[in-house]
Structure formats: structure tokens, C-alpha cells
């Protein structure tokens, strides 16, 4: 499938504003990251397009076998699926098998990006409303 047929039928299913959160990086244009730690749950909303989560960093091993478990708890929630659905439910499901197929490759993928990028760029890669390295503490405005 196609990247403009897939956004396409997205876009059929959820509605434009739901696809362009569904797709936000939680970064400007500049690459800049752009969130506010919300004090009173530990996680963190992007000013983008307002998605709250908790950045996941930590022991690395602890975190790659963590995401592992997880996504063989939703394969088999997936396999089940398929095995007691209909044929167009199963095929709603392919693309999202495929990318849990590929989400602890992803994790480690982005991980070590970022952490290059925090290691060679002493310039602040967050914007001017978050301030400091998310993955180590909240220097940033907090939510009142």
C-alpha cells in the first residue's frame, strides 16, 4: 500500500485533525521538541498536537526485554483476533501487525539517534517551551 493511499484511507476512517495527531513526531519543523511535563502524573503533553505520555528511558536491556513482553502480549491479542475474526477485520489488522513486528527495532533505532544527538549537539534540541533533556529531569514550565 501506498503512503498517499494509506493517509488517504486514514484519513476516511478517523478524520483529518485525528490523522495529524495521529501522525506528530512532537517536533517542529527545526527538529525542535516541543512538550511540558504535566506535574501531577510524571508524563509529558507535546504543545503540537496534545498527546500526553511518559518518556520511556532507562536500563536499556530492563526497557528492550520490557517492549518485547509487550509485544508478544499484543501479538497474541492480534493472532486471537484473527483467528476469530472475519477476513476484513484480519485485513485491517496487517498493517498493525506489521509495524509491532518492528516497534522494538524502532525503539532501539530512535533511542540511539536521540541519544547521539543529545551527546554531539550541546545546542538545546527543545524549544524554547521545553528546556533540558526530558529523558533526565523537567527544567520546563510545569502545567498549573
Partial sequence: ???????EDLIRSVGTYEVEKLVCNH???????????LSTNGKVRCNLCGKEFHIIDGDRVVIEQAIQNICDSVDDIVQTVKLIGDEEENKELCQFEFTLSKLLWLYIKAKREYD???KCNNDNIFSST?????????????EK
Avoid at 27 to 37: N, Y
Fill in 130 to 142: 521545553g528546556a533540558g533533556n526530558p529523558m533526565s529531569s523537567f527544567a520546563i514550565k510545569e
Fill in 27 to 37: 517536533k517542529h519543523k527545526d527538529g525542535k521538541i516541543d512538550f511540558v511535563p
Fill in 1 to 7: 500500500m501506498s503512503e498517499g493511499k494509506f493517509y
Fill in 116 to 118: 547521539a544527538r543529545v
